[in-house]
């Protein structure tokens, strides 16, 4: 089977040199484990912080392991009494063609109801992110204006359409026309290019009460952009900071915290593991509202298997994605 393993840890932008292309021989099954044929990969932002040897909510990636990564497949043989050859599983087996698993981890996932990529993006961890993010970090209120950074992307996507189910007003901001287009396809009420136009300005202009809920996926000087915009009561979740990810010296911090104060804001951080135990009434919210239409779940499905993994990881950082990124092995 063929796997990418760690080579060598990047600094700044991941390239060749980061990654190896392994062929290794399958393990015999041992008792209580099954063998998974991955079918699809999830490409995530936060590969790129598993990368660098520091403390972090997980251990990073060690020199030499299997790439860690989200991954839909099927069982294909298997001495677990809860799996069984033929079933649909997603779980956490790695950048790899087969992977052994215990099933730690592992869940069912149902294809009738949508296809793998949907059960890595808007049935998976980005859209249990966008749920618990909105509802439980950014307490989301009806009639809420809402704004949301990335807002194209997997989590972004799925949040802005959960918040407009709940009578919000929501503004994505994403870079170019294309994107922007899509937001106002999908329902959100103002889309901002923030490649072509002036964030701050058109932030002002879009929400000229202010904003109550900020959910930032990229920080940097957007969400410098959203601070100085905030109406009394702002909650800002701070669920990422692409933008910062890559960059090999640490950025200036916010310039605008003081706006916390003037509006009596709160700016929080979370995990979407931290609602490791709610994931069903979050799957159970974001089911329903596929099923009634209410929510457009959008994948980009990049082809190339498991050797065009660098490659496709990068297209993350490029904005080369609209929904969720995943890259199809076979
Ligand atoms: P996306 O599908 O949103 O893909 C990333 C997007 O980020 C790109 O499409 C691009 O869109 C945008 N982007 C890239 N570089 C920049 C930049 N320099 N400035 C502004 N935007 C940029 O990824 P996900 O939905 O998977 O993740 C979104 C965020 O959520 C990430 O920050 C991720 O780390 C975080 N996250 C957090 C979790 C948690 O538990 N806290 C769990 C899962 C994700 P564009 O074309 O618009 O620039």
Known sequence: TQQITLAQRPAGIPDDSTWSLETVELPELGDGQFLVEVDHISLDPAMRGWLNDVRSYVPP????E????GATGTVVESRHPDFAVGDHVTGTFGVTEYAVSDGAGVAH?????APAPTWLGALGMPGLTAYFGLMDVGKLQDGDTVVISAAAGAVGSVAGQIAKARGCRVIGIAGGPEKTDWLRQIGFDEAIDYKNENVLKRLREAA???IDVYFDNVGGEILDAAL???????RIVICGAISQYNEETLPPGPSRYMSLLVFRA???GFLVFDFLDRYPEGLEAIGEM???GRLIARETVASGGVPAFGDTLLKLFRGENTGKLVLKVR
């Not at 990636?61 to 030499?64: A, E, H």
């Open 208 to 210: 000229p009460k202010g």
């Open 66 to 69: 299997v790439m860690r990564a």
């Open 61 to 64: 990636v060690q020199i030499g």
């Open 109 to 113: 996932i149902n294809l009738d109801l």
């Open 228 to 234: 100085a915009n905030l109406r009394r009561g702002a």
């Open 290 to 292: 596929i099923r009634n």
């Open 266 to 268: 709160t700016m929080q």
